[in-house]
Structures are given as structure tokens and as C-alpha cells.
């Protein structure tokens, strides 16, 4: 069994609130616009982080992040990619690694709104966590955490902090 966080568009901007909700946490996985090579490691110091580099990301974080990742934890495998779409609206080069990996998750961000939905069409599970950092049109900052016990996503809850 293993926990995991999701954050997205952090902008630059990490703070002892999303650090708390994700403390215990196995992995955290980054979906872009990170846009500070601090906020990977502060990331990193609470759990092992997986990220994906955005928009805003320089070439110092692009050299050591990519702009998808398949990686599985537990028996889930997780495809992640900053600006990918969502359920039936979906980046056709991105709806095409959809279709090649199959995974069970899919994690986006870029779009500053927070979206868990099933996909019934491609059998998986998405989520955009939205905006964690202070830049963009969003009123709210919000991070998501679920267990991943075997194939089974569970538990999932929404850090939601008002601008």
C-alpha cells in the first residue's frame, strides 16, 4: 500500500500547508509548471518525487524532469504529462499515449482546475489537481492524496486553501 500526492502549477510557491497534507506520503508526483528548482527539492525532502516539467519550466528543471512519464506504483499504472486534456477532450498526441500504454491513471495539469472524473471510454481514472501556486486566474490553491493499494485507487481527499 502506498500513498501518494498530486500537485500541479505551483508556480514557484510551496508552503507548510501542502508540505502537512503530504506528510506520510510515499511519492508525490509533480504534473508541471513547477517553476523553481527549490520546489523540487523541498518536494523531494517529504517524499519521493515524479514530475513532469510545464509551459513556465526553465532548462535547468527540464533537464532533469520529462515531459511524460509511465511509471506504475503498486499494480496502477500512471501516465503524466503537464498539458495532456481531459476526458473526451484530450491532446491527440497525449490521447494517442492514452491509447498505447493504456494506464489507470492519467494525471494532467496546466489548466488550474481541479478534476477527478472516471474516463468510461478509456477505462481509467483522471486527475488534474489543479493550481497549487499564487499565479493564474484560480481562487482557490488545491492538491489531491490517494492510497494505491495493489490496483485499487482509495481515499482520495482535496486540500483546498483560498487565495
Keep these: 500500500m502506498k500513498k501518494i500526492g498530486i500537485i500541479s502549477d505551483t508556480h514557484s510557491f510551496i508552503d507548510d500547508k501542502v508540505i502537512d ?12 509548471d513547477i517553476g523553481d528548482i527549490a520546489i523540487i527539492d523541498k518536494l523531494n525532502s517529504v517524499a519521493k518525487l515524479i514530475a513532469v516539467f510545464g509551459n513556465i519550466d526553465n532548462q535547468e528543471i527540464r533537464t532533469i524532469t520529462k515531459q511524460l512519464i509511465l511509471t506504475k506504483i503498486e499494480d496502477v499504472s500512471i501516465l503524466m504529462t503537464h498539458i495532456g486534456g481531459y476526458p ?37 481514472l483522471h486527475i488534474n489537481p489543479g493550481a497549487y ?19 485499487n485507487m482509495k481515499d482520495l481527499e482535496v486540500l483546498e486553501i483560498k487565495r
Design 133 to 151: 501556486g499564487k499565479s493564474g486566474f484560480h481562487k482557490v490553491r488545491t492538491a489531491v492524496k490517494l492510497t494505491i493499494d495493489g490496483n
Design 21 to 32: 497534507f503530504f506528510a506520510g506520503t510515499d511519492y508525490i508526483l509533480h504534473a508541471g
Design 88 to 124: 473526451k477532450k484530450y491532446r491527440p498526441y497525449f490521447l494517442n499515449k492514452i491509447k498505447q500504454y493504456k494506464p489507470q491513471l492519467v494525471i494532467t495539469g496546466h489548466s488550474h482546475i481541479l478534476k477527478v472524473m472516471f474516463d468510461k471510454d478509456l477505462e481509467h
